[in-house]
C-alpha cells in the first residue's frame, strides 16, 4: 500500500490532529504534494514554493481550540525560519478555488491571526 501511496504523489508537510497532537510526514524544506493545481498571486505549482499544514476535521465541524494552539506554534516556527512568509499565510481554498475547500467555513482566520504577532500576519 505504501508504494501505491506514493504513486499518488499526495501528502503534505504535516497533520495537526483534533487533539493538537503534531503528525509531521515531509521536512519542511523539501517539497510536499498538497496543493494539487493551484495558484497563488498569480504564480502556479504551489507545491514548488509552499508549506502544506492539515487541520483533521471537516468543513461542517469547528476545529479545536487545541488544534489552535498547535497551528500556532507551528506557524510562530515556520515565521523564525521562514521570514519571507509573512502575509501569505492562506487556505488551500484560496489557492485552488472550487477544487479544494479547506480549511472551510468553520476555520476562525481572526482568532488564528491574532494568535499570531499582529506584525508577522496582518489581517486581510
Request: charged content about 25%; proline content about 6%.
Amino acid at each position: 500500500m505504501r508504494g501505491s501511496l506514493r504513486a499518488l504523489r499526495v501528502s503534505a508537510h504535516c497533520l495537526i490532529r483534533r487533539t493538537g497532537e503534531i503528525v509531521q510526514y515531509v521536512p519542511f524544506d523539501a517539497r510536499a504534494w498538497h496543493a494539487g493545481v493551484s495558484c497563488y498571486q498569480g504564480t502556479e505549482k504551489c507545491n514548488d514554493f509552499s508549506v502544506g499544514i492539515e487541520l483533521e476535521g471537516t468543513d461542517t465541524r469547528p476545529f479545536t481550540d487545541e488544534q489552535y494552539r498547535a497551528l500556532t506554534a507551528v506557524t510562530q516556527v515556520l515565521l523564525a525560519h521562514y521570514p519571507q512568509i509573512k502575509g501569505h499565510i492562506t487556505g488551500h481554498s484560496d489557492i485552488a478555488p472550487g477544487r479544494k475547500t479547506d480549511p472551510g467555513p468553520c476555520f476562525d482566520w481572526n482568532r488564528y491571526r491574532n494568535s499570531l504577532n499582529p506584525a508577522d500576519v496582518p489581517a486581510e
